[in-house]
C-alpha cells in the first residue's frame, strides 16, 4: 500500500527543523461517509512546551489519491475521529498542559467535527481523566451493542506502557473501567518477548475480533530496543460485554493464528536487493529525513544508469536539508553491503554507508578527501549523543576505484567492512556498540521520549557549495 502521506504539502508546516523524534504522531484511521479518514500530528517541541499540529486527510479508497490537508487543532497530540451512528463526527485527543504546577497531561477531550465544513464545533469538553496507571493517551472510541467503548494508551511509551478499556452508554461518560484491566500490558511480565505493549486499536474481521498494538523487542530483558516500535496484533474475544485476550490474560502472544479463511501470511524475512535503475522508481522501503528528496535535484537515477547518484548536502547533524536514504532495521542480526564511487576534492566532502538513529547518534564509515596526503581516505566517525570520536584509524585508499562498504550487525554489536577492487573484504576498526543506537540508551542517558529505531543510510555531504556527488550501486540488506 502507498504510503498516505508522502507529499510536502500534507504537512503545511513541514517537517525540517523539527525536533528528534518529534514530527507525525500515531496516525488514526477511520472509515465514514464512504471515505477513508485520516488524522495525525505534527509535534513540533518538546520542553515545558509541546506545539502539536493536528489535521485531518481524506480518500475515497485506501490507496488514495488523499486530500490535501486541514488543520484541526493543536491542544495536544494522538488524536482521533469518532463516527457516531446517529450521523455525528467527534475530534478526540489527550490535552496538552503546559503550566508548571500541572504534569503535562490534562486529561482526554472530545469536540463535535464538522465533516463537512472540515472544523471543529461546539463546546470542547473534558470526557475522561484515566486510570491508576497514568497519563491517558490515544483515545479512540468504538460503537458496539449500545455501548460506547473508549481505548486508551496509558503508562506512557516505555515498559509500563498498556492499553486500557472503558464503557459507557452515554458519550460523555460516566465510564465504567473494564473488569479485565487493563487489557493489554508486558509491564508485570519481563521475559514476554514484546515488551511496552500498549496503544492499541480495535479491529473487526468477520465475526473475529483483534487489537493492533505497538511494542518492542529489546535484545535483553528490558534492554535496549535497536529495532525502535514495532506493531503487533493480539486476537480478543467479548465476554458479558467486555474485550479480553483470548488467552486469558493481559499479557501479548507472540504468535497469533490469521482470521479464518484468511490466505495471508506474515512476512519473516525482510531481506532487500535493491538494484537502481533509470527505469523503475526506488522502492518505498528507502526512507528520507524529515522532507522527500527531489528526483534530479537532490539525487538522480538518470545521471548514470545502474547507480543512485546523491548530490551532497548538509552533515548528518543536521535538523534540515539532509541526503540521506535509509532502511529501516528489522531485525536484530543482519549485514548490508554498497558499492560506493566518489571522488571528493575537499575534507568539506563525504559520502559512505551509516547506521543511523537520528542526528545525535550514528555510527558513519565515510569516504572523504585528505589535502595533506592528497588521497581519497575512509574512516569510522562515531556520534554518541552529541559526542564525537572516531572509530577507527584513516584508511589511505590506494586509488580511485569504487569501494565496497559492508556492516554485520549482530545484536548490540556491529562491525563494519571495506574493499577495493576484487579484494576480499577487510575489517574496518573494531566491532562498535550497535545498541547505542536505541531508544532506551537515549532515554536512560537524555531523560527525553525517543522512539524512532535504527536505520541503515546511504548518504552523502558537501559542507561547501552543496554540488559534489556520490554514487552508489546494488544496495544490499540481509537478514541472518
Known sequence: MAAPIKRSSQVPSELLGNYNSGSLW?????????????????????????????????????????????????????????????????????????????AGFAGTVIQEFDAKEMRLTGERKHFYKGTALGVCEGPQILQKDGYYYLLCAAGGTGYMHAATVARSKSLYGEWQTSPYHPLLTSSDDPQNPLQKSGHACFLQMGDEWYITHICARPLTQRGCCTLGRETALQKIEWIDGWPRLVNGTSHPDLYVDAPSGSTAVQKVDNSESICFSKDKPLPPSLKTLRAPLIAEQDYSLTARDGWLRLYGRQSLSSHHK???????????????????????????????????????????????????????????????????????????????????????????????????????????????????????????RRSRCAFTGAMIALCAQDMDTHNSHADFRNFKYEET
Open 26 to 102: 500515531a496516525p488514526h484511521l477511520s472509515y465514514s461517509d464512504s471515505k477513508f479518514w485520516l488524522v495525525y500530528t505534527d509535534v513540533k517541541s518538546s520542553t515545558a512546551f509541546k506545539d502539536t499540529l493536528n489535521y485531518v486527510i481524506t480518500a475515497p479508497k485506501i490507496d488514495g489519491p488523499w486530500s490535501k490537508p486541514v488543520f484541526v487543532t493543536a491542544s495536544g497530540f494522538d488524536p482521533s475521529l469518532f463516527h457516531d451512528e446517529n450521523g455525528k463526527h467527534y475530534f478526540l485527543n489527550m490535552l496538552f498542559d503546559w503550566r508548571l504546577e500541572n
Open 322 to 444: 539532509q541526503s540521506l536514504f535509509a532502511l529501516r532495521w528489522q531485525s536484530h542480526s543482519f549485514t548490508s553491503e554498497v558499492l560506493l564511487d566518489f571522488a571528493p576534492k575537499s575534507f568539506q566532502q563525504t559520502a559512505g554507508l551509516a547506521l543511523y538513529y537520528d542526528t545525535c547518534n550514528w555510527i558513519y564509515a565515510y569516504v572523504t578527501y585528505n589535502e595533506i596526503k592528497k588521497c581519497r581516505t575512509l574512516r569510522i566517525l562515531i556520534c554518541d549523543l552529541k559526542n564525537f570520536a572516531y572509530g577507527s584509524d584513516e584508511i589511505v585508499l590506494s586509488n580511485n576505484a569504487p569501494l565496497r562498504l559492508s556492516v554485520k550487525v549482530d545484536g548490540a554489536s556491529a562491525q563494519f567492512y571495506y574493499a577495493q577492487n576484487v579484494q576480499s573484504l577487510t575489517p574496518l576498526g573494531e566491532a562498535q556498540p550497535a545498541d547505542h543506537l536505541s531508544d532506551d540508551y537515549i532515554e536512560t
